[in-house]
């Protein structure tokens, strides 16, 4: 025996610590990353926001693409973070 404790869940499948530990351990990882994501798109969104409402910027429409561009990310980050914060999260890992 290697003395990796295996367990079932609550569905009857065969659980490892190492799984749990390392899902866990990614998770805590990916949340780091969007949270800094969203971070700096909010910084991006400030830095564009002067230009979005001066339509005599030669760019200003460039400008503004980007700033919806920019909320977009935001929000998609936003809705991932919120499913990394669950309690409960299904997993499926493909061998």
């Known amino acids: 025996m290697t003395g990796i404790q295996m367990h079932h869940?609550?569905?009857?499948?065969?659980e490892s610590e190492?799984?749990?530990k390392s899902f866990s351990t990614a998770?805590?990882?990916i949340y780091d990353i969007f949270t800094d994501l969203i971070i700096l798109f909010n910084e991006?969104?400030?830095f564009t926001k002067d230009d979005i409402n001066d339509e005599e910027n030669l760019f200003y429409?460039?400008?503004?693409?980007?700033?919806e561009?920019?909320?977009?990310?935001?929000?998609?980050s936003e809705e991932i973070v919120k499913i990394l914060l669950r309690n409960r999260m299904k997993v499926v890992f493909f061998g």
């Not at 869940?9 to 065969?14: K, L, P, T, V």
């Not at 429409?61 to 700033?67: A, I, L, Q, S």
């Open 61 to 67: 429409g460039t400008v503004k693409f980007d700033n």
């Open 9 to 14: 869940d609550s569905n009857g499948h065969m």
């Open 18 to 20: 190492i799984d749990l």
């Open 69 to 76: 561009k920019i909320k977009s990310y935001t929000t998609k």
């Open 27 to 29: 998770r805590k990882l």
């Open 44 to 46: 991006c969104s400030q």
